[in-house]
């Protein structure tokens, strides 16, 4: 019998091989993966100014640690190229060699590639990105190098937002650019977007909003000139881009897998492939497509038992968002976007609820502004439908 064969060492490939593990000590896994297999949770990224943390002090456990812990053999630095569905097998590359790898099942956890915009100027290929903690880790080793603290951010959405109230909170000077007129601009109503800029302004953070960035060019002092396409320029010691992430279908494609934002799935997290299942950032699951922690959560647990023998479709519940902006802190659950929706506000002391309500009365999304707000997450989830009932 072939092993049980997961691509991919996110936050989604590891709770695949926890959960599995816990149903089945023995069944023989393998995880393979691009980078360095180092388990560590990614949403610290966006916060770990402010909590005081460094590069190193992020890792939960190097791949040594992760294989001993789970039984699993961790085949790190290596590529999948090529995946051969008839066969049931892999195609790797590691290093300038070629091997392959057979499997019984294969679990695609390859998350998603931040999205690069067209940006003209000889410092454009300088840009950072934070997807994974070796993209932080450069980014942190600029930042230390810098005598000035002005940092740039393109993308005014969750985790541009997030970065910039990190960033902000430990004095460096942030400027946000997104081409949206208000940030978070997918997730909250206008209403809600300009309380939430308002009290990320109060910390000192600037918004440069309705443009977007044309051309990064580097000044003779080691800085960074950003000129807007409004005719704006601003001086830079840092650039980080967080304009958005699309999931990595690249592999997935070329093995006739079913794709269109993401890799296709039904509710059993099945592809159109025999054997194939896909998880995490990487995976449309029923044409819902939510690159957060807790949907990873709930498709681990059901891909677990079904990998096990037990056929389980996954439970989509409500699952909100907590946003990491102290300043102005945010739980969301967006509605589905094809749903019209009206929103009903309650301002509070120190914040505001906003419902999105349908035509037909029901609630079905909502964004909790300031810690009382907060308290009502658990409640209002509660009477949201269901995105993917719990039996089908
Ligand atoms: C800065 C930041 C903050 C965030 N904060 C939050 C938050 O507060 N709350 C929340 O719910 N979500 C948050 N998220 C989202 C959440 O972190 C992601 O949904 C989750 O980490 C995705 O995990 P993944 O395993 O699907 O993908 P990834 O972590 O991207 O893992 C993909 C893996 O696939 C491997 N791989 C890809 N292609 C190949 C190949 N061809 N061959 C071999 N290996 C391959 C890669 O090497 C990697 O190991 C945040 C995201 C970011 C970037």
């Not at 997030?162 to 902000?168: G, K």
């Not at 102005?328 to 094809?338: F, G, I, N, S």
């Not at 749903?339 to 999304?365: C, F, P, Q, S, Y």
């Not at 997450?377 to 719990?390: F, G």
Request: hydrophobic fraction near 45%; proline fraction near 6%.
């Amino acid at each position: 019998m072939h092993p049980i064969v997961i691509i991919g060492s996110g936050m989604a490939g590891y709770a695949v091989a926890r959960e599995f593990r816990k149903l089945n000590p023995d069944h023989e896994l393998v995880m393979i993966c691009a980078d360095d297999a180092i388990n560590y949770a990614k949403p610290t990224l966006s916060n770990a100014l402010a909590g005081n943390k460094a590069p190193e002090q992020i890792p939960l456990g190097d791949a040594e640690k992760m294989s001993a812990q789970l039984n699993m053999q961790i085949r790190q630095h290596t590529w999948v190229k090529a995946i051969d569905p008839e066969q049931h097998q892999l195609h790797l590359e590691k290093d300038g060699q070629e091997s392959l790898q057979p499997y019984s099942k294969l679990v695609l956890a390859v998350g998603a590639n931040p999205v690069r915009l067209a940006i003209a100027g000889d410092a454009s290929d300088e840009i950072h990105v934070v997807n994974n903690l070796n993209d932080y880790k450069a980014f942190r080793q600029n930042l230390a190098n810098r005598e000035n603290k002005r940092v740039v951010i393109l993308g005014a959405g969750l985790i541009g937002c997030e970065f910039a109230n990190d960033l902000q909170h430990t004095e460096h000077q942030v400027t946000v650019i997104d081409l949206a007129p208000r940030p978070l601009g997918r997730l909250l109503p206008a209403h809600v977007a300009e309380v939430f800029q308002q009290h990320l302004e109060e910390t000192g953070i600037h918004f440069v909003l309705g443009t977007t960035v044309e051309k990064v060019s580097k000044m003779d002092n080691a800085d960074y000139l950003v000129t807007l396409a409004n005719g704006q320029s601003l001086v830079a010691d840092v650039v980080l881009s967080a304009v958005g992430l699309q999931p990595n279908i690249s592999v997935a494609k070329k093995a006739d897998i079913h794709s269109s934002r993401g890799i296709l799935t039904n509710a059993l997290l099945e592809t159109n492939q025999p054997d194939i299942y896909a998880v995490g950032d990487c995976a449309e699951v029923n044409g819902i497509l939510l690159p957060y922690v807790m949907p990873i959560m709930q498709q681990a647990r059901a891909l677990a038992k079904t990998l096990n023998g037990e056929h389980t479709a996954v439970h989509y519940p409500a699952m909100p968002v907590a946003v990491k902006t102290p300043a102005a802190p945010l739980t969301v659950l967006a509605a589905p976007a094809e749903v019209n929706v009206t929103w009903e506000t309650e301002e509070l002391e120190d914040g505001m609820i906003a419902k999105a309500i349908d035509v037909e009365g029901v609630l079905r999304g909502f964004v909790l502004l300031g810690a009382t707000a907060a308290k009502q997450r658990l409640t209002l989830s509660k009477l949201v439908p269901d995105l993917i009932p719990a039996t089908l």
